[in-house]
Structures are given as structure tokens and as C-alpha cells.
């Protein structure tokens, strides 16, 4: 693992503000040479500290406006219940996210869809489907003030 110093830290948090940045401006932002900077990331990549970039798109046009955390309980909580929910969610593109979370309730989700009726949809055909499925509680976003994600 790369060695996480203010300097790579600077790195990261440049670079997951604009992941297009060039080397130069980066080395310049960070206060090192080029050289420098770029041997730096490589190794945050090379040791996986960095995975990988992504694009960020305007979710209206892409069709995913619709914003959905879903809470899933699940009706028996055996290691087999757990795996198959797992990849019931990797198998459901509207699914951005899935998370096994402590609490009241087992997973979290971030579904992403084009509206109501497509959420409708997705709850009672593919979540509402899934064995082992106790509760599902949706929580609709309204509004993001803050979202740092890539």
C-alpha cells in the first residue's frame, strides 16, 4: 500500500475533484514536479489506493432522476439469505449501490431510475421478488445539497 502522506492526500482529493486533470496541473496544484507527481500516482494506482476513474453525467438525461435509498430487512438472517440478496441487487441495474449495513434493518440501497412509475416497477418486479425479503422501506430524495461522489 502506498505510503498515505499530505502530499497524496492532496493527490486524492484533487484528483476526485476532476479526475481529468493533467499531470502537469495536478503536480502544480500539489506542489511537486511532474515526474514526481506522476511516479506518485502510479503507485496509488498500482497499490489500488486508486481504482479507477469515472465519469459524472447529468442524471436527468441519462434517465436516473429518480433518486431512492431503499432499507431491506431480511426474513432470516443466514449467511445463504445474504448471498442471495447480494446477487439478486448485482443483477438489478437500477441498483447503484448495495449496502450491508448494522441496524435495524440489513441493506441499504441507492436506486437510480426515471421516475415513480419506473421505481413502481422495479420494487415490486425485482426487489419485491427477491426470496428472504422481510421490509422494504424507500426514502425518495428530494433534493442533494451535498454530493461529492465521482
Do not use: W
Amino acid at each position: 500500500m502506498a505510503a498515505m502522506d499530505s502530499i497524496n492526500d492532496k493527490i486524492l482529493r484533487v484528483l476526485a475533484h476532476d479526475g481529468r486533470i493533467s499531470n502537469l496541473q495536478l503536480a502544480d496544484q500539489v506542489g511537486l514536479s511532474p515526474s514526481a507527481c506522476l511516479r506518485r500516482v502510479q503507485e496509488l494506482e498500482r497499490t489500488g489506493v486508486i481504482q479507477g476513474y469515472r465519469a459524472r453525467f447529468d442524471p436527468a438525461q441519462a434517465g436516473r432522476a429518480y433518486v431512492v435509498y431503499v432499507a431491506v430487512g431480511l426474513a432470516e438472517h443466514t449467511k445463504a439469505a445474504q448471498e442471495g440478496f447480494e446477487r439478486a441487487m448485482e443483477n438489478a441495474n437500477q441498483v447503484v449501490e448495495c449496502h450491508n449495513v448494522a441496524g435495524a434493518f440489513e441493506y441499504m440501497l441507492r436506486v437510480e431510475v426515471a421516475d415513480l412509475p419506473a421505481y413502481k416497477a422495479f420494487h415490486t418486479e425485482i426487489l419485491g421478488t427477491v426470496p428472504h425479503v422481510r421490509s422494504i422501506t424507500s426514502y425518495m430524495v428530494m433534493g442533494s445539497p451535498k454530493d461529492t461522489r465521482a
